[in-house]
């Protein structure tokens, strides 16, 4: 199996796991502290069905104060792409989940992709997403990361034409990354309604798992986006349970509720 496959697969609803939706969790490498980053990880991974790592950078224009905050301390503590890779690849333990390194493009520019694809591969890597990387301007990368069987994600966004939309839809890999700047409460019974017209129009377009994120923080939030998406993705609530010093799997287990069709 490549390694995209595997995030597919973990992401993929079916048998018992059709029952409760997928959940993507988010945490910036090295946060809250750079010794804990392994540790922190393996907790992730064994409550999520995939892990985003987020490369710490310097004006991280996509992100949020509180992924802004962790991206910052991270830097100050030296966590760098160079350092995450040799974190991975020092571990002595599997990783249940697939993961995934979320980075802005001068990281990996400054790493060189082919040398950045072999070794992502060799440390268990099985993608990327790059939220400053126009599709028109991925097919360096994703020949790189291709070659050595990684994903590269793509993006949407309400506001993505009907027509970029099939494009993106067609050419991603592993899962296709709703983004929405809609929030929503937990008072909410429903999701608005332009919202999950949204998001149905982007399972119409691909046959990958669809993963949303909305600043998700309760069960019942989950369960409304679950019936749009295939998935949530889980970001600075979940940092902010690290910088707490809370247990992250615990609080991710507590998002999975049991769905009703």
């Not at 790592?53 to 992100?63: L, T």
């Not at 571990?91 to 694809?117: K, V």
């Not at 409460?185 to 949204?198: F, R």
Request: glycine share 8%; hydrophobic share 45%; proline share 7%.
């Amino acid at each position: 199996m490549q390694p995209r496959d595997r995030i597919r697969q973990a992401l993929t609803r079916s048998g018992d796991a059709a029952s409760t939706p997928a959940i993507v969790a988010f945490i910036t490498a090295g946060y809250p502290e750079r010794a804990g980053f392994l540790k922190v990880l393996r907790a992730v991974a064994g409550a999520a069905d995939a892990v985003e790592i987020g490369v710490p950078f310097s004006d991280p224009m996509a992100d949020g104060v509180t992924i802004q905050r962790s991206s910052q301390r991270a830097i100050e503590q030296g966590v760098s792409l160079r350092w995450i890779f040799d974190e991975l690849a020092r571990r002595d333990f599997e990783l249940p989940a697939p993961i995934l390194l979320m980075s802005y493009l001068n990281p990996l520019l400054a790493f060189g992709y082919e040398a950045l694809a072999r070794r992502a591969a060799e440390v268990g890597v099985s993608g990327f997403i790059v939220p400053d990387l126009p599709y028109e301007e991925s097919a360096p990368l994703r020949e790189a990361l291709g070659a050595h069987g990684l994903a590269l994600v793509q993006l949407v966004t309400p506001a993505t034409p009907p027509v970029r939309l099939r494009i993106l839809g067609a050419n991603s890999e592993g899962f296709v990354y709703a983004v929405t700047r809609t929030g929503i409460t937990g008072g909410q019974s429903s999701l608005p309604a332009e919202l999950a017209a949204y998001l149905t129009s982007v399972k119409a377009v691909t046959d990958l798992p669809v993963c949303a994120g909305f600043g998700v923080r309760s069960a019942d939030q989950v369960a409304m986006i679950a019936k749009h998406a295939d998935g949530v993705i889980v970001g600075s609530a979940l940092i902010e349970v690290l910088e707490r010093g809370d247990d992250p799997a615990e609080f991710l287990r507590s998002l999975r509720p049991r769905l009703t069709k």
